[in-house]
């Protein structure tokens, strides 16, 4: 719930310390969260899930480009948590990132406040529990980013706005999945899927005839790409990730884990009620779930079979994914064209590239990003970094290009130059779908494509309108190219959105280093920062 912002402004100021900057022009929007255990029945049967507020999912926040939201998280779990923000940059900020090589966990009975900031940014996002396996319990929801109202959008505001989070789901407990994990074993098929947290025809989402309506679509789940569509209507792409699109129209439309888009849906077909489809993308078992589209005039119930989509097409899914391009005339953050950033202009200063890994550790199942198998340090990295405490973490512990070696335990840390502009190729060998995720950065997929990368993969990337987002599939037996300026000093977790193989290694950290101590580039630690591991006793700054 939003506080009132004077009285809980004059609070905070006492305690925390906000830059001058954002005091003197940007609005300030204020939550107070409580993180509990409640009954949950998503799939019908009784599960522990984790409630904020009492829901599930979690509350949407609502925000406007450039407004500092306060969030006041209380963690009456019994056991640390921790909150991170899919694709919120944390500007000059990864102190605020929430995962924990950042951010130390809140214990159990305390509470944290973060203090984010939705710098130059528009468009839509999520938040979900990043710690242990709280994911598969729930504790996610949608942030939404306005554009300010001054600027220019290439639509029509559409008559409602619907959050719609999607994703593959357990009926085990998340104990129970995260001890398999720790045993070493993989996780079994998921047993379906939900929409807002609810199993088939559990979700209604009421509209008038003749009117167009945006739905802001995530995929929260922790393992599968997912199609999403409409009995009888079209999708018209808008956004992805904060980047204003083509305005292409799709019948369906594919969602990868930890992915986000915008689409809009006029309600243009005859007044009853319309199946809302949702089914896994390559799985050899396809799984389905649905919600309903109630025309607000309707007497009709949905009824027959919903409407099929594409299965295991890799072909459907990759064209699809080339035509979402970047839509250079629109505005985005700022009143200036999205395309004034001429990215394909610049030449790259380094080319990395990742490639996953899966096999046995000491007969326990690990994944790997260049081989290395990445372990939790017993301090956050960026804190560790901050106090300069040795024998945390090593520098370079991850090399630039895949190694060819067996898996590796490491706490893998890569070291970037600030301001660099960088190209990174994710290399996927496996016979899966991959999802990976950039914290703290905005990155264009200029490339992708079936077969292994070379020099020569640079003869068809894409340097004019390629689709900047912090998500990106990479498919079976391929690769996904990105460019990315590296203009947000840190350290930024990069990670695997299957969330079993994040959880077992398949992630690491990008250090983006300057030598310049600058208020300028980047933030000092946040005052209120919790401090654990061997940062513990220590002082942040003084009050």
Not at 34 to 60: A, H, R, S
Not at 169 to 183: G, R, S
Not at 283 to 288: A, D, E, S
Not at 441 to 450: N, P, Q, R, T
Request: some cysteine; overall charge positive.
């Amino acid at each position: 719930m939003e506080r009132n912002a004077k009285a809980g402004l004059a609070a905070l100021l006492c305690f925390i310390w906000i830059p001058i900057s954002a005091l003197a022009d940007d609005p300030y929007r204020f939550f107070d969260w409580n993180v509990t255990y409640g009954d949950i029945y998503p799939l019908g049967i009784k599960q522990q899930g984790i409630l904020i507020n009492g829901q599930f999912p979690g509350p949407d926040v609502f925000s406007v480009t450039n407004d500092n939201l306060i969030i006041n998280v209380h963690n009456s779990l019994p056991e640390p948590f921790l909150i991170s923000w899919n694709g919120v940059q944390q500007r000059r900020n990864s102190f605020e990132d929430g995962v924990y090589g950042t951010t130390c966990p809140i214990p159990p009975g305390k509470n944290f406040t973060y203090i984010l900031q939705v710098k130059d940014q528009i468009g839509s996002f999520f938040y979900f529990p990043s710690l242990a396996f709280h994911r598969a319990a729930g504790g996610f929801g949608g942030i939404r980013i306005l554009s300010r109202p001054l600027i220019p959008v290439p639509f029509d505001d559409p008559a409602g706005d619907f959050t719609v989070l999607i994703g593959d789901w357990y009926k085990a407990n998340h104990t129970d999945l995260k001890a398999k994990l720790d045993f070493g074993k993989r996780l079994p098929f998921p047993d379906g899927i939900l929409i807002n947290g609810r199993g088939p025809n559990g979700h209604t989402i009421t509209v008038d005839q003749g009117k167009t309506y945006r739905l802001r679509i995530s995929n929260v789940g922790l393992e599968h790409s997912l199609n999403f569509r409409i009995d009888g209507h079209k999708l018209k792409l808008v956004e992805v990730e904060g980047t204003h699109t083509l305005q292409t129209t799709y019948t369906s439309i594919d969602v990868h884990q930890g992915q986000s888009v915008s689409v809009l849906v006029t309600a243009d077909q005859p007044p009853k009620d319309y199946y809302i489809a949702v089914s896994t993308r390559f799985t050899t078992t396809v799984l389905t779930s649905t919600a309903v589209l109630h025309y607000s005039n309707s007497n009709q119930p949905v009824s027959g079979p919903p409407p099929s989509g594409p299965t295991i097409q890799i072909d459907w899914s990759l064209n699809q994914a080339r035509s979402i391009r970047t839509n250079l005339t629109a505005s985005g953050p700022r009143p200036n064209p999205q395309g004034s950033y001429h990215y394909g202009l610049i030449n790259t200063t380094r080319t990395i590239r990742l490639a996953s890994s899966a096999g046995l550790v000491n007969g326990k199942q690990r994944y790997a990003v260049n081989s290395v198998s990445f372990i939790p340090a017993d301090t956050p990295l960026k804190i560790a970094d901050y106090f300069n405490i040795s024998g945390v973490f090593r520098i370079g512990s991850i090399a630039d290009s895949p190694t060819g070696q067996g898996i590796y335990l490491d706490t893998s840390v890569m070291p970037a130059d600030y301001r660099a502009f960088i190209e990174i190729v994710f290399e996927n060998p496996e016979s899966i779908v991959q999802t990976w995720h950039i914290d703290g950065y905005s990155f264009w997929v200029v490339g992708m494509d079936g077969g292994t990368w070379s020099a020569a993969s640079r003869n068809e990337y894409n340097l004019r309108d390629a689709v900047s987002r912090c998500t990106t599939q990479v498919y079976p037996k391929s690769w996904t190219a990105i460019y990315v300026a590296l203009d947000n000093k840190g350290m930024w977790n990069v990670r695997t959105e299957f969330w079993a193989r994040q959880y077992l290694g398949q992630q690491f950290y990008l250090r983006v280093y300057s030598p310049v101590q600058s208020i300028r580039d980047e933030f000092p630690i946040p005052k209120n920062a919790l401090l654990c591991g061997r940062a513990a006793g220590r002082r942040t700054r003084p009050l």
